[in-house]
């Protein structure tokens, strides 16, 4: 059965560094989005992208964050300067379409120092 | 806003005891009401969702409208189920919607 991929599966990385988190989603799908989860929180949504944009985007995701899809499998999480409340579990998800079930991804574990 | 209320954090049953995990939520429109599991070391995935109205697992969850819930239930708990469960709520015909989560619910079954 076909799975969201993501990687790494964890990332420690200095304050103030960019980091690139990946997802590989289910080839058929077209809806993709980045959900995280602070530890001992709930799982917050990031951003929603369809057809090469963003669709939907939470407070969360200020100008430090970024999304892109370079190729055709392949979805990227940027954060431009990390802080140290950036420290949390992102999670890729896809979908089929619009209110689809959504499949999440392993989830990648990041600490900033 | 839309939001999901889980109360228990933590939930300790039995083998064989029946189980209820308790989920809120608010939204003004028509929601769609999920149960996603976590179990150790696992990602997240879906258990049921309310359109399907499927038993899986032995877990079903009825979405009671007047009192906005969307508990779920087992009548017999097993060891297996030990795991986090979340409630989540997508809005319906909105566009490629995100899912928001509730707080989860550690569900412990005891031997």
């Known amino acids: 059965e076909p799975e969201v991929t993501q990687t790494p599966s964890h990332q420690v990385t200095q304050m103030g560094q960019e980091v690139i988190l990946r997802c590989v989603p289910i080839?058929?799908?077209?809806?993709f989005y980045w959900y995280r989860q602070i530890l001992g929180q709930k799982v917050e949504f990031l951003v929603s992208?369809?057809?090469?944009?963003?669709?939907?985007k939470s407070e969360i995701f200020d100008d430090q964050f970024s999304v892109e899809r370079p190729d055709g499998s392949n979805f990227t999480l940027k954060i431009r300067s990390t802080k140290l409340e950036d420290s949390a579990m992102y999670f890729c998800a896809s979908s089929t379409g619009d209110g689809e079930t959504q499949y999440f991804g392993p989830g990648t574990r990041l600490l900033v120092l | 806003a839309q939001r999901v209320t889980q109360p228990e954090k933590l939930l300790s049953v039995f083998k064989g005891a029946p189980v209820e995990l308790k989920c809120n939520y608010s939204y003004s429109g028509s929601p769609e009401l999920f149960w996603y599991v976590q179990y150790s070391r696992q990602r997240l995935q879906l258990l049921l969702r309310h359109i399907s109205r499927e038993s899986i697992k032995g877990f079903t969850a009825d979405l009671n409208k007047g009192e906005t819930s969307f508990h779920l239930k087992k009548p017999f708990a097993q060891e297996e189920d030990s795991a986090m469960y979340y409630c989540?709520?997508?809005?319906?015909?909105?566009?490629?919607?995100?899912?928001?989560f509730g707080k989860g619910t550690r569900l412990s079954v005891i031997a």
């Open positions: 992208f369809y057809n090469n944009e963003i669709s939907e």
């Open positions: 080839s058929n799908h077209l809806y």
């Open positions: 989540a709520l997508n809005r319906v015909n909105s566009g490629n919607t995100p899912l928001v």
